[in-house]
């Protein structure tokens, strides 16, 4: 690390301004209830999600398992992967339009810029365990107890998370020692790494040249293990004789693979085509999508088509009208 451009980075300019979503709105305060409201659904939603599934035994199952994770990566986006995704970004966002103040100081800048990269790091990964969680439940559904064993599960999560985080602890070092002498005005809603690297006065052709390689990396491996295990999946439900496991898989996977429409779509936008190809209104448009308006999505995906979990939160909203009449 350049510890000259990172002193200078700290005591020549030691804050960034985020103008984020509020500047482009005609009616800021009405976008800010919106968004507030968003949060908290996406905060119960996903909360919920997490609870049902560790208070119901019949949930402890390897796909649940995988999705409370994602659920979690949201919330902690909040502030832990759908709960950490939008708690990294929005309630920052939302106390600087609150407070007129939207400053972030250059260490809260790489903070949040690392939890980011690390969380959607992650999730690359996550969906791709997921799927492979689906590949072996409908194609090797004896051994599917022995193969996915708690402790496979673990590793596997686990293994995620270790991935997603080399991500953040490659990008964010070198896109902060960057020297940062234009204007320190942030087109964006927080720091995220091709906004910053924006206000560079360097030649950062080579970074983004090893961010495109880095993310065709982290979408190719994934990608591959979700495209293999579909593959096996769709023709192990065509030689299905009967009707309700047939509509019982699509069921399952169509939820999956919407999930992974939606992340992989915005993230390929916003971190693999060039430049030239991108605006500011554009660039935050996808990412309000795929930070703010995903991780509420996610829950209701994986819950609405879901009978064991439609079942559990019928099965506790009736215990709780028994205890009530008691």
């Given amino acids: 690390m350049d510890n000259t451009t990172w002193l200078t980075n700290h005591t020549g300019g030691s804050v960034f301004i985020l103008l984020g979503l509020f500047s482009q709105s005609r009616h800021p305060t009405l976008l800010c209830v919106v968004i507030f409201v968003i949060f908290l659904m996406a905060l119960s939603g996903n909360g919920i999600l997490i609870l049902l599934i560790h208070s119901n035994a019949h949930l402890h199952t390897p796909m649940y398992f995988f999705i409370s994770q994602l659920s979690l990566m949201d919330v902690i986006q909040l502030s832990l992967m759908d709960v950490m995704y939008i708690s990294v970004t929005v309630p920052k966002m939302l106390m600087d339009q609150v407070t007129g103040i939207k400053k972030i100081s250059v260490p809260e800048c790489g903070i949040q810029m690392f939890l980011y990269a690390t969380i959607v790091g992650s999730e690359f990964f996550l969906l791709a365990a997921m799927a492979y969680d689906r590949y072996m439940a409908i194609c090797h559904p004896l051994r599917y107890p022995v193969l996915m064993n708690h402790r496979v599960c673990v590793l596997l999560a686990s293994g995620c998370w270790f991935l997603g985080s080399v991500d953040g602890f490659m990008l964010t070092p070198i896109t902060m020692t960057f020297p940062f002498c234009r204007s320190r005005e942030i087109h964006h809603f927080f720091c995220e790494v091709p906004a910053i690297m924006k206000l560079s006065c360097s030649d950062t052709s080579v970074v983004e040249t090893l961010m495109y390689l880095c993310c065709v990396l982290m979408l190719l491996i994934p990608v591959t293990v979700i495209s293999s295990s579909y593959s096996f999946i769709l023709l192990a439900i065509h030689r299905m004789n009967s009707a309700e496991g047939r509509k019982k898989a699509f069921t399952t996977c169509s939820s999956h693979?919407?999930?992974?429409?939606?992340?992989?779509?915005?993230?390929?936008?916003?971190?693999?085509?060039?430049?030239?190809?991108?605006?500011?209104?554009?660039?935050?448009?996808?990412?309000?999508?795929?930070?703010?308006?995903?991780?509420?999505?996610?829950?209701?995906?994986?819950?609405?088509?879901?009978?064991?979990?439609?079942?559990?939160?019928?099965?506790?909203?009736?215990?709780?009208?028994?205890?009530?009449?008691?």
Avoid: Q
């Fill in 257 to 326: 693979m919407a999930v992974v429409t939606l992340f992989y779509g915005a993230a390929i936008y916003t971190y693999m085509i060039p430049s030239s190809y991108h605006t500011l209104e554009k660039d935050m448009i996808v990412s309000f999508f795929y930070t703010i308006l995903t991780p509420v999505l996610n829950p209701l995906i994986y819950s609405l088509r879901n009978k064991d979990v439609i079942g559990t939160v019928k099965k506790l909203f009736n215990t709780r009208l028994c205890l009530n009449k008691l």
